[in-house]
């Protein structure tokens, strides 16, 4: 149980809710910080005052599912804030590995040369890329075999061709959500603590994303691609998971019939 972390995420979530958005009036009492109060989150999660106030001092025991149920409904969590939630709690449903897995698994790399109109990549834990296919090769920039593969350091540090995209500050917050989780996971990991000190000293922008927190959960997304060659590229970004080595399948389309599709169509055709 990460009780630090579990004190902060509580502590950080209720600050970001307002009575109104829980249906509580907002008083007459001026407040002294923003949010609900701790008496507020314990009526909504229905438990005492004292018991939620020693999980935010991280003095609390372990708080059982149905407690932390209780409060993923109170803090309004979204889904990936949920787990999230149950993560730090020590509730994961099984334990990590040692370190995060570095390699990808022969069925994997076949499934990416199987999608001819579809760039293709896999990232583990760290955000290293570990796959992709020829499609995503060109797509992407031509360099993703050369110089460092990992996906954080090309975003925060510059470290190898990443092309403008509308998804750029977004995709900032998704690598730190991802790094944060892996952190907890992989403890223990020399290259992880590696990567994480890289980034927290040569980026500012990673560091002021960092203390926020972020919590993310893979899915569908859109962006904007400015290509060299190929000009605006609307894409859309759906990931798969490969859970039991905690990676990420990222697949990379664009609209049937679309002028980006038309484009990426005659990209493929130099495979």
């Not at 798969?240 to 484009?263: F, I, N």
């Amino acid at each position: 149980m990460a009780r630090q972390e579990l004190a902060r995420f509580l502590r950080e979530r209720r600050a970001g809710l307002r009575p109104r958005t829980v249906g509580l009036a907002p008083g007459t009492v001026p407040r002294r910080t923003p949010g609900l109060r701790r008496e507020e989150v314990a009526e909504l999660a229905h438990m005492s005052v004292d018991y939620y106030t020693r999980l935010e001092q991280a003095r609390g025991p372990r708080p059982s599912p149905r407690v932390l149920d209780a409060l993923a409904g109170a803090l309004r969590l979204a889904p990936a804030e949920r787990s999230h939630l149950f993560r730090l709690a020590g509730s994961a449903a099984a334990p990590p590995a040692p370190t995060a897995v570095r390699r990808v698994r022969p069925h994997v790399a076949g499934m990416l040369e199987r999608l001819p109109d579809t760039a293709a990549i896999v990232t583990d834990a760290s955000y290293g890329l570990v796959a992709w296919n020829p499609l995503a090769q060109l797509l992407f920039g031509g360099d993703l075999g050369r110089g460092t593969t990992n996906l954080a350091r090309r975003r925060f540090l510059g470290q190898g061709r990443m092309y403008p995209s509308s998804s750029a500050g977004e995709f900032g917050h998704i690598v730190v959500a991802r790094l944060r989780r892996a952190a907890e996971r992989y403890p223990h990991d020399v290259q992880l603590t590696s990567l994480l000190g890289e980034l927290h000293a040569g980026s500012t922008e990673f560091r002021r994303i960092w203390a926020t927190h972020p919590v993310h959960a893979p899915g569908h997304r859109t962006k904007v691609l400015d290509h060299p060659e190929l000009g605006r590229l609307r894409l859309n970004c759906d990931v798969l998971l490969v859970p039991e080595d905690d990676q990420e399948v990222v697949l990379v389309t664009a609209d049937p019939g679309s002028v980006s599709a038309c484009r990426i169509a005659e990209l493929a055709a130099r495979v």
